[in-house]
C-alpha cells in the first residue's frame, strides 16, 4: 500500500536530507521560479531550498495507487512551494523518485516524470507538481527501468528526450541497464521555430543490442557502466 507520510511519521529533518542527496545530489539549494507550462524559457531547477528546510510529506510512487499523480493540495493553506518527496516511478527505488514543488501556473500536460498534474476538485489548488532538479533529465524519472523486461522502457525514454526538447535541448542520461524498446526513439532536431541540441548519454561507454528471448516486435539496449 503506499504511504503518504509527514514528517511526524518517521522522517525527519535528517532523513528527508538523505532522500534529497540520493535523488539530487549535491546542488545547492535555489529558489523555484516559474510556474508548470513547458517551454524554452523554463528555468531549470535545482535543490528546492523548501525540501531541505521545511516540513515535507512523503509518497512511495508517483504512479502507484495513492501516489503522487492522486494528491492535489487544498487552497488554504496557500500551498505554493509545498515540497513532497517521492521513492519511485512506479515502485519504491526504481530511480524515478525525487522532490516535487507545487506551482501554481496552470500546466499544458503532464509529461510523467518532470511535471504531474494530479485531478482538480471543488476546494483544491490549481496548479502541478514540478520536479525539483539540476542538470541531465533521467530516462528514469519517466518510468524506464533498465531490468531487460518492462516494455515501456521505449516509451519512457522518449518522453525523457521530448521533456529535454520542450525545454530548449540539453542532456538525457540513461543508466547502466537493459532497455526494452519496441518502437523507434527520435532525437528531434527542433522544437518548434528553435533547434533544440539534444545529447543521448549513458553512464559508461558501452551501448550495445541485446536480444530479447521469446519476444517479438522488439529489442533491448543494454547500456553498461564499464
Same mark, same amino acid.
Given at each position: 500500500?503506499?504511504?503518504?507520510?509527514?514528517?511526524? &511519521?518517521?522522517?525527519?529533518?535528517? $532523513?528527508?536530507?538523505?532522500? %534529497?542527496?540520493?535523488?539530487?545530489?549535491?546542488?545547492?539549494?535555489?529558489?523555484?521560479?516559474?510556474?508548470?507550462?513547458?517551454?524554452?524559457?523554463?528555468?531549470? +531547477?535545482?535543490?528546492?531550498?523548501?525540501?531541505? =528546510?521545511?516540513?515535507?510529506?512523503?509518497? $512511495?510512487?508517483?504512479?502507484?495507487?495513492?501516489?503522487?499523480?492522486?494528491?492535489?493540495?487544498?487552497?488554504?493553506?496557500?500551498?505554493?512551494?509545498?515540497? +513532497?518527496?517521492?521513492?519511485?516511478? =512506479?515502485?519504491? &527505488?526504481?530511480?524515478?523518485?525525487?522532490?516535487?514543488?507545487?506551482?501554481?501556473?496552470?500546466?499544458?500536460?503532464?509529461?510523467?516524470?518532470?511535471? %504531474?498534474?494530479?485531478?482538480?476538485?471543488?476546494?483544491?489548488?490549481?496548479?502541478?507538481?514540478?520536479?525539483?532538479?539540476?542538470?541531465?533529465?533521467?530516462?528514469?524519472?519517466?518510468?524506464?527501468?533498465?531490468?531487460?523486461?518492462?516494455?515501456?522502457?521505449?516509451?519512457?525514454?522518449?518522453?525523457?528526450?521530448?521533456?529535454?526538447? =520542450?525545454?530548449?535541448?540539453?542532456?538525457?542520461?540513461?543508466?547502466?541497464? &537493459?532497455?526494452? +524498446?519496441?518502437?523507434? %526513439?527520435y532525437l528531434p532536431k527542433r522544437y518548434?521555430?528553435?533547434?533544440?541540441?539534444?545529447?543521448?548519454?549513458?553512464?559508461?561507454?558501452?551501448?550495445? =543490442?541485446?536480444p530479447l528471448t521469446g519476444r517479438r516486435?522488439?529489442?533491448?539496449?543494454?547500456?553498461?557502466?564499464?
Amino acid at each position: 500500500m503506499t504511504r503518504v507520510k509527514s514528517e511526524e &511519521d518517521g522522517r525527519g529533518t535528517a $532523513d528527508r536530507r538523505e532522500v %534529497i542527496a540520493k535523488f539530487l545530489g549535491v546542488g545547492g539549494a535555489v529558489a523555484l521560479l516559474g510556474g508548470c507550462v513547458s517551454g524554452g524559457n523554463e528555468p531549470e +531547477v535545482g535543490v528546492a531550498s523548501a525540501a531541505l =528546510s521545511g516540513s515535507s510529506v512523503w509518497f $512511495d510512487t508517483i504512479t502507484g495507487p495513492g501516489g503522487l499523480r492522486s494528491y492535489r493540495p487544498p487552497v488554504t493553506p496557500t500551498p505554493y512551494g509545498q515540497t +513532497v518527496m517521492v521513492g519511485g516511478h =512506479s515502485v519504491i &527505488d526504481d530511480g524515478g523518485g525525487g522532490a516535487f514543488v507545487w506551482a501554481t501556473d496552470t500546466p499544458v500536460f503532464d509529461d510523467n516524470g518532470m511535471v %504531474i498534474v494530479p485531478p482538480g476538485g471543488a476546494g483544491l489548488a490549481a496548479g502541478c507538481w514540478r520536479r525539483a532538479y539540476s542538470g541531465a533529465i533521467n530516462v528514469r524519472w519517466f518510468g524506464a527501468r533498465g531490468n531487460g523486461n518492462t516494455l515501456t522502457d521505449g516509451a519512457a525514454i522518449q518522453a525523457a528526450i521530448n521533456a529535454a526538447a =520542450s525545454r530548449g535541448g540539453g542532456v538525457v542520461f540513461v543508466p547502466a541497464g &537493459d532497455y526494452c +524498446v519496441s518502437a523507434t %526513439i527520435y532525437l528531434p532536431k527542433r522544437y518548434g521555430d528553435q533547434p533544440v541540441p539534444i545529447a543521448l548519454v549513458g553512464e559508461g561507454a558501452a551501448l550495445s =543490442s541485446t536480444p530479447l528471448t521469446g519476444r517479438r516486435n522488439g529489442s533491448c539496449l543494454r547500456w553498461t557502466s564499464m
